[in-house]
């Protein structure tokens, strides 16, 4: 089996037209294949379902694959459906009847759509005389003038006698080599147009990859519902392959998934890489032709992929949108839906159906919005701006995740390199700050809007300064405390990062893993202060054979509470220093100890625990507490049972 075909790249040219212009009939001249499968199609001579055929091109690079549409103007969904991801279009017109109601409509969609390229074709031309298609040619070149259609060739042929077939596939040659490659986003997104049974295979789901890589054995997850699903099998152009990519139309067969579950409309992806939502931000044009104003919150059919969409329409600026205006709009949809920025959409009245305009998504997971803010539209300009203002706008609505080039590269539908660009461009403005970590490299790294990152530098210091409000007692805060409270708001690396920034602006300083504010000081009352001065005077009077807390407590008269709480701030304050679980000393006391302890090394090279319990006539306990504190704070080290000066 020669298998080179399977190897080219696909162009996905899609007819437009109305119902019984020949559509499909010429796409049978072209390629000798029958686009019209179904049983009822052939019965009633008419199109009802997409239909999708190869044909083979003399390039060895590209693969022409036809999408034919039906033309009746109740199955203008399904040609929207159809049309939602070719790469050109054949607005197919019959020489006999000119320009109808369904050739109006479909162009319309193609220039909604924002297709690029495409030829004109004059059906059924051996109907009518040389004079006839001369006019008719005339009026059509009138007609798109304006349009991606105006330089189009206009080539008249017959399926019948298959007269101009061979002028229409080298103009389609031609247009299949100038196609511009799609900006592939590098996670796999396949918009499902068909939805079989296979005998012997099961379920399988077939559309346009338009974006990344589909290969068997991989897990995908069907949008919006959400359903996961590993790929039994890929099929293109009906022969099985290891693998797909993006601009191929293929076919996977799903294990574990019934038919019943699928349908046109939904989007196979790779697992997460997609928000189901119930809103949509776009710029919205309304066509010139439609002779109404459309009205707040009407409710309109939004095509978007291959899915329709009940929804109702959110005028963000305006009270109504006029004929041919444009406007930034907010959908809300009666059902989830997914889509990714830059994604084309058409809408139609909900009743009766007509087309009366499309767009571009810019927002495909938004918040709702409060009409009338000009903070939304500035946002939504910038979203709809230049490459760089698009980017600082991805970015500040991120918030306080960081996100990295690739990251945005996938949301806004642009290549990596294009957008790393950008990304070091508002990096040397200061509008995004990289956000650098231990496990960070190359374009790994992360960045954050300039202006939630100083919010979180904020937010972080509210947090320690909350902390002490509700711990007066305490002079520094644990850093695991903070860390917990930060999580809520970002992710761990952030708060690495942020936490030493501050330290090195001398914002917030750290002591012995604790977080502190410079000027913070331990807030006591006066009655507290006398009772806290009572306490270490106690303390201090010891000396060396320093009291038990319960007893410093009873002596003192107070409750558990009062006393652990002024105790606690005696300890922040360094006038007392815990030494152990149950061992206390006033500061002035343990450097005397310290200075005893180091006189002593000196003069016998060590000192053991014995040898100090003697020496101060205490007990066991505290000896082993100041020696153990010593060799933890770096001033002894314990050679076997002996300890010896750092």
Known sequence: MNNQPLEKDHVIIGTAGHIDHGKTALVKALTGRDADTLEEEKRRGITIELGFVFMDTPSQNKQIVFIDVPGHE????????????????????????????????????????????????????????????????????????????EEAPIIPVSSISGSGIENLKTSLYRIAEEVTPRVDRGTFRMPIDRVFTMRGFGTVTAGTVLSGTVKEGDKVEIFPEGLISRVRGVQVHHSKKSQSHIGKRTAINLSDIDKEKLRRGQTAAAPGSLTPTNRFDGKLHLLKSYEKKLKNRERLRLHTGTSEIICRLVLLDRDQLSPDETAFVQFVLEAPNVALPQDRFVVRTFSPLMTIGGGIILDAAPHKHKRFSSQTVEELEMLDGNLEDTIEQVFLKGAFSPQSAAEVATKIGKEEEDIAEAVLSKLSAGKIISIKSSKAAGKEIRYLHETPYANLKNKLQGILQHYFEKNPYESLAPSSVLRAEFLKLSESHVFRYLLAELMTDKTIYERDGKIGLPGHEIQMTSREQTTADKIEQIYKSAKFKTPIEEDVRTQIGLTPPDFKNILTGLLNQDRLVRLSRNVIYHKDNLLDMKELVTNTIKKNQSITIAELRDLLQFSRKYAQAVLEYFDTSGLTKRQDNKHILA
């Open 74 to 149: 109740k199955l203008v969904k399904t040609m929207v459906a159809g049309a939602s991801n070719i790469d050109a279009a054949v607005l197919v017109i019959a020489a006999d009847e000119g320009t109808n109601v369904q050739t109006r409509e479909h162009f319309d969609i193609l220039k909604l759509l924002d297709i690029q390229k495409g030829i004109i074709a004059l059906t059924k031309s051996d109907l009518v005389d040389d004079l006839h298609l001369q006019i008719l040619k005339t009026d059509v070149k009138n007609y798109v003038q304006g349009t991606f259609l």
